[in-house]
């Protein structure tokens, strides 16, 4: 699997827009890029994924370059409960892998008031 | 109902005694995991099982032995466990075609 680098922290202003920048500058053709975060104490969660094309849910927005060597995660208005470290991986095709994840070190973000 | 649910939320333990951590979802996923996170790291897969069959260890330790009685549950068995297998241990499950998974709150291990 790509390898991802993330930066160790980064903090934002509440109501804000959070971007959180990985870069994957090894990803092959058939790799997904995901980001999960986990707030402290707690499981990890799925924010979003995509292959090639931005991608936009309820809870962010991934962009992803044309090369695909780098993504941000988009937080569009940041609020204290996003507090928490944000893990992008990137891994093989989905069918092949059995939804096996394997974390980096992650980003610490810390939205403050 | 798109839970994981772990228990016990808190375990000590001592290095000769016997335990179980237990997972259950009930969302019809077939693949489930464990992982365990050590304080200030990230998580580490230890199994993988996909239809209830294992599929993937990462050279865990024998002293861990996981089990999945039936497409629902998950378990993992722990002996003779050493104080450096103090950690968080997390559960997930996925439709194992993709990496969208489902974490649990997760069991949080001491073991004296």
């Known amino acids: 699997d790509a390898k991802t680098t993330q930066p160790t922290s980064m903090d934002c202003a509440e109501g804000r827009a959070a971007n959180l920048p990985c870069n994957h500058s090894t990803i092959s053709g058939n790799e997904y890029v995901y980001w999960y975060r986990q707030i402290h104490s707690q499981g990890p969660q799925y924010i979003i994924h995509?292959?090639?094309n931005n991608e936009t849910n309820e809870m962010a927005s991934l962009i992803i370059t044309e090369d695909r060597k780098s993504s941000t995660l988009i937080l569009p208005h940041a609020t204290l409960r996003d507090t928490a470290v944000y893990y992008c991986i990137v891994s093989l095709d989905r069918g092949s892998t059995l939804g096996r994840l394997y974390f980096g070190r992650g980003t610490q973000l810390t939205v403050w008031p | 109902d798109t839970e994981v649910t772990q228990t016990p939320k808190h375990l000590v333990m001592g290095m000769t005694n016997k335990k179980s951590l237990k997972c259950e979802q009930h969302m019809g996923h077939r693949a489930m995991y464990w992982y365990k996170q050590k304080a200030k790291k990230p998580p580490e897969l230890m199994f993988v099982?996909?239809?209830?069959?294992?599929?993937i260890n990462e050279s865990v330790p024998s002293r861990f032995s996981p089990e999945c009685p039936n497409s629902s549950l998950l378990n993992l068995h722990l002996h003779a466990l050493q104080p450096e297998d103090s950690a968080l241990y997390l559960c997930?499950?996925?439709?194992?075609?993709?990496?969208?998974?489902?974490f649990g709150q997760g069991t949080r291990l001491t073991v004296v």
């Open positions: 997930a499950s996925s439709q194992g075609s993709g990496l969208e998974a489902f």
């Open positions: 099982y996909s239809y209830e069959k294992l599929s």
């Open positions: 995509g292959l090639k």
